[in-house]
């Protein structure tokens, strides 16, 4: 199973109100990018749902146990990525394909999903601010033999 309950949101700026809001609704709580399908056509109304519908286009490589990657981007009110999508943090910290094809799988997942789906009145509280999830890799379940 793919752990893709952990999100990072430093430095995301929000009006007192909204962030209360937003925390009441359970942005903590996990996302699992199960409950959808990638380009489920239902608007994200939280923080959750729009992390739950990038998570559903997510498909890593495998056997991805010790990656983790954090992306930083940001959405316009229509869904849409404005400018490009970056790797703020990742680990660990040396060069390979495993690594590389680990990152890849992830700033798909966004592109993919992309344009993510919101409500009108999320979208609006959500458009310019910079997003920051992290995706972290298991270890791949192998068939258990009987």
């Known amino acids: 199973m793919i752990n893709r309950s952990s999100l990072v949101f ?23 990018g199960q409950s959808q399908i990638c380009k489920d ?19 890593p490589p495998e056997d ?15 869904g849409q990525i404005r400018g490009k999508v970056v790797v703020i943090a ?4 040396e060069e390979s394909p495993r690594r590389q094809a680990f990152i890849d ?8 999903a992309a344009p993510v789906r919101f409500t ?3 979208g609006s509280r959500i458009a310019g601010r910079p997003l920051e999830p992290r ?3 298991t270890k791949s379940v192998s068939e258990t033999k009987l």
């Open 10 to 32: 430093r430095r995301f700026r929000l009006p007192g109100l909204v962030v209360l809001s937003i925390l009441a609704g359970g942005i903590l709580t996990p996302v699992s």
């Open 41 to 59: 056509p239902t608007p994200a109304s939280n923080l959750n749902e729009m992390f739950d519908a990038i998570y559903a286009c997510w498909v």
């Open 64 to 78: 991805t146990e010790g990656l983790v990657v954090t992306l930083r981007f940001i959405l316009h009110k229509d």
């Open 90 to 93: 990742s680990r660990p910290q």
């Open 105 to 112: 799988s992830a700033i798909d997942a966004v592109k993919q």
């Open 120 to 122: 009108e009145e999320f």
């Open 135 to 137: 995706f972290i890799g």
